[in-house]
């Protein structure tokens, strides 16, 4: 009976010890993955809003020099209404991957 209750221990606590060890593993790959994807993310959240920025300036101009052509106007407010979507996306993804999981994007308000 003790041999019994001695094998039992002995696979409880290997058992034990191996999900430890992939829970600390699992803590290592979670903590890489952040610091690959956090600096990866950020970057190109920041060049998505300057390439969007750069639309609505570009977009400014086009509407400056149309000179009243009406199809120029419209082009220009198509654009500009079209950065303004995609910055509005651009928070947005960030929003959802904050609520996803925030330890992979570092500053979620």
Same mark, same amino acid.
């Given at each position: 009976?003790?041999k019994k209750i ?26 890489? *993955?952040? =610091? ?7 970057f190109l959240v +920041?060049?998505? /809003? %300057?390439?969007? @920025?750069?639309? !609505? ?6 509407? *400056?020099? =149309? ?9 220009? +407010?198509?654009? /500009? %209404?079209?950065? @303004?979507?995609? !910055? ?22």
């Amino acid at each position: 009976m003790t041999k019994k209750i001695f094998i039992f221990l002995l696979l409880f606590s290997l058992i034990f010890l191996e999900a430890k060890a992939v829970s600390e593993i699992s803590q290592k790959v979670i903590s890489n *993955l952040q =610091s690959i994807f956090s600096p990866l993310f950020y970057f190109l959240v +920041r060049l998505a /809003i %300057v390439f969007f @920025i750069l639309k !609505i300036i570009w977009a400014g101009f086009v509407y *400056l020099f =149309s000179a009243g052509e009406v199809t120029k106007i419209g082009e220009a +407010r198509e654009m /500009i %209404v079209d950065a @303004i979507v995609g !910055i509005a996306t651009v928070l947005l993804i960030i929003k959802i991957l904050c609520f996803i999981n925030p330890t992979l994007t570092i500053g979620c308000y």
